[in-house]
């Protein structure tokens, strides 16, 4: 397989381009400074996609730190990347002899606060996303659905591991164990989330190129919920143990957790990598690369 993969720079996307090389595929890696997806692609991007021809677009470039996203409505910025930007990349793919197949990295925030009446979400579940980024990644899949292009929307929960990095939860923490701390301090020790190796997404994202069914929406995750503060104490586990939890809040919150009946109907996709195993090697490499 050809693939071009736009956020390439990213955290997940590197995760991506590495695994689909492993695989044998050719892949040209677009981040930012190929193309700000602010603005119509450059001649030279252009002119590149057409050259190479690919059989998968995987489109994972978004803004997507909630300060950048703006509280409540979405700002006139996240909409131009996160939903303007998918346009631009979808009229970009529409124009190539190949005619790619354009695999569109969702949120499954895009469920919103289910509460606890709702064990597992599947992809038919009312869509009612609270946080702008989640807000602007609906509005990027009504976009794809209007284009006429071939897509697929992988709707991913979170996804953690080695290279992520602050200011989000799981580096965050690393950073404050790695540069000495007294106790690990945490916003919230009792929210459960669905929580994936980024290896293991990244998987599923090539797999849903492949075997996808064009139009389709599949949910990306462990179907498992897992509290936050058994996080933190993996992660104390393998970084310092007996180092205490100090959480600024622990009333108990539930985000939506994913059914993936669909897309392991379709493709035998499991996660592999146990947690604390992604865990230990998320916090391995946050002191390879800033210890």
Same mark, same amino acid.
């Given at each position: 397989?050809?693939?071009?993969?736009? =956020?390439?720079? !990213?955290?997940?996307?590197?995760?991506?381009?590495?695994?689909?090389?492993?695989?044998?595929?050719?892949?040209?890696?677009?981040?930012?400074?190929?193309?700000?997806?602010?603005?119509?692609?450059?001649? @030279?991007?252009?002119?590149?996609?057409?050259?190479?021809?690919?059989?998968?677009?995987?489109?994972?470039?978004?803004?997507?730190?909630?300060?950048?996203?703006?509280? =409540?409505?979405?700002?006139?910025?996240?909409?131009?990347? &996160?939903?303007?930007?998918?346009?631009?990349?979808?009229?970009?793919?529409? *124009?190539?002899?190949?005619?790619?197949?354009?695999?569109?990295?969702?949120?499954?925030?895009?469920?919103?606060?289910? !509460? &606890?009446?709702?064990?597992?979400?599947?992809? #038919?579940?009312?869509?009612?996303?609270? #946080?702008?980024?989640?807000? *602007?990644?609906?509005?990027?899949?009504?976009?794809?659905? @209007?284009? =006429?292009?071939?897509?697929?929307?992988?709707?991913?929960? &979170?996804?953690?591991?080695?290279?992520?990095?602050? %200011?989000?939860?799981? %580096?965050?923490?690393?950073?404050?164990?790695?540069?000495?701390?007294?106790?690990?301090?945490?916003?919230?020790?009792?929210?459960?989330?669905?929580? *994936?190796?980024?290896?293991?997404?990244?998987?599923?994202?090539?797999?849903?190129?492949?075997? !996808? &069914? #064009?139009?389709?929406?599949?949910?990306?995750?462990?179907? /498992?919920?897992?509290? /936050?503060?058994?996080?933190?104490?993996?992660?104390?586990?393998?970084? @310092?143990?007996?180092?205490?939890?100090?959480?600024?809040?622990?009333?108990?919150?539930?985000?939506?957790? #994913?059914?993936?009946?669909?897309?392991?109907?379709?493709?035998?996709?499991?996660?592999?990598?146990?947690?604390?195993?992604?865990?230990?090697?998320?916090?391995?490499?946050?002191? /390879?690369?800033? =210890?």
């Amino acid at each position: 397989m050809k693939a071009i993969v736009t =956020g390439a720079a !990213g955290f997940a996307g590197q995760h991506l381009a590495r695994h689909l090389r492993q695989c044998g595929d050719h892949v040209l890696e677009i981040s930012r400074a190929d193309w700000d997806l602010r603005h119509d692609p450059p001649a @030279s991007a252009a002119s590149a996609f057409t050259a190479f021809a690919p059989d998968a677009l995987f489109h994972l470039a978004a803004l997507s730190i909630p300060a950048q996203c703006g509280e =409540g409505e979405p700002t006139a910025d996240a909409v131009n990347v &996160n939903v303007e930007g998918t346009r631009r990349v979808a009229e970009l793919a529409s *124009t190539i002899s190949s005619r790619p197949r354009v695999v569109f990295v969702s949120t499954g925030r895009v469920y919103g606060d289910v !509460g &606890n009446e709702v064990e597992l979400v599947n992809e #038919s579940q009312p869509t009612a996303p609270a #946080s702008s980024y989640a807000k *602007t990644k609906l509005q990027a899949e009504a976009v794809l659905q @209007s284009m =006429g292009v071939d897509f697929i929307i992988a709707r991913a929960f &979170n996804h953690l591991g080695p290279g992520q990095l602050p %200011p989000l939860m799981l %580096p965050q923490w690393c950073q404050q164990i790695a540069e000495g701390t007294d106790a690990l301090r945490v916003h919230n020790s009792n929210v459960w989330v669905d929580a *994936t190796d980024v290896r293991d997404v990244v998987r599923a994202y090539r797999l849903l190129a492949l075997k !996808g &069914n #064009s139009g389709e929406v599949y949910n990306v995750g462990s179907g /498992t919920a897992t509290r /936050t503060g058994d996080i933190a104490k993996m992660l104390i586990d393998a970084a @310092s143990p007996g180092l205490p939890i100090i959480a600024e809040t622990e009333a108990e919150h539930r985000n939506a957790i #994913s059914d993936t009946v669909r897309l392991r109907n379709l493709t035998d996709w499991q996660p592999e990598i146990p947690l604390r195993q992604t865990i230990a090697d998320a916090w391995h490499c946050w002191l /390879t690369n800033h =210890g």
